[in-house]
């Protein structure tokens, strides 16, 4: 398998609403797959989804261990969805601050449901059906938008709460939310 070059914000092809994959245990899916793990390796990606790497169909994976989420253990391990859906199970949101592969040194505090069904095939062409809380409830919701031509940024309410990551300032700006002062 290959490391792929991640499209970045701007490129149209993240914009796109990603085909439904017709067969899923086709080789060209296999091979997207392997790309896609290996690309989310080298990047340490929480997840990723094909239009990413420039292929739009609507596949998924997450759940593959990073030290950029090392604290987080609640994602099952290295799950593949392909053609998934997601079915929003609360109105309850919790705001947490993403980052993107394909936004890359950005994070937004971006709100999302806490519960949430999924459903989707793996690579074998069985049935994955899961709910989730948490950041793996998160981690789906944010690769599921890339298969809508959806990126955090566009759900960021208060662009002030777009940052560069790597800066001081980031830190004091998480701070002063922490305290209410945004929201």
């Known amino acids: 398998m290959a490391v792929r070059t991640l499209l970045k914000m701007g490129d149209l092809r993240l914009y796109q609403i990603a085909e439904a994959v017709q067969d899923v245990q086709a080789d060209f899916v296999k091979e997207i797959i392997g790309d896609m793990y290996d690309t989310m390796l080298k990047n340490l990606g929480a997840g990723l989804a094909a239009p990413q790497i420039g292929f739009n169909y609507r596949?998924?994976?997450f759940g593959v261990p990073t030290?950029?989420?090392?604290?987080i253990n609640d994602v099952p391990p290295?799950?593949?969805l392909i053609n998934p859906e997601v079915t929003?199970?609360?109105q309850e949101t919790e705001s947490y601050w993403e980052a993107c592969l394909s936004v890359p040194t950005l994070r937004g505090l971006v709100a999302r449901?806490?519960?949430?069904a999924y459903r989707g095939y793996d690579p074998q062409g069985r049935l994955?059906?899961?709910e989730a809380t948490g950041f793996h409830a998160r981690v789906v919701q944010h690769e599921m938008d890339h298969l809508n031509g959806i990126l955090f940024p566009?759900?960021?309410k208060d662009m002030r709460l777009l940052a560069?990551?790597?800066q001081e300032a980031f830190q004091e700006l998480k701070q002063r939310v922490r305290e209410g002062e945004f929201i």
């Open 128 to 130: 994955i059906e899961r």
């Open 164 to 166: 560069f990551e790597d």
């Open 88 to 90: 929003v199970l609360t």
């Open 59 to 61: 596949i998924i994976i």
């Open 113 to 116: 449901p806490t519960h949430i």
């Open 67 to 71: 030290p950029r989420y090392a604290d």
């Open 78 to 80: 290295e799950t593949v």
């Open 154 to 156: 566009f759900h960021i």
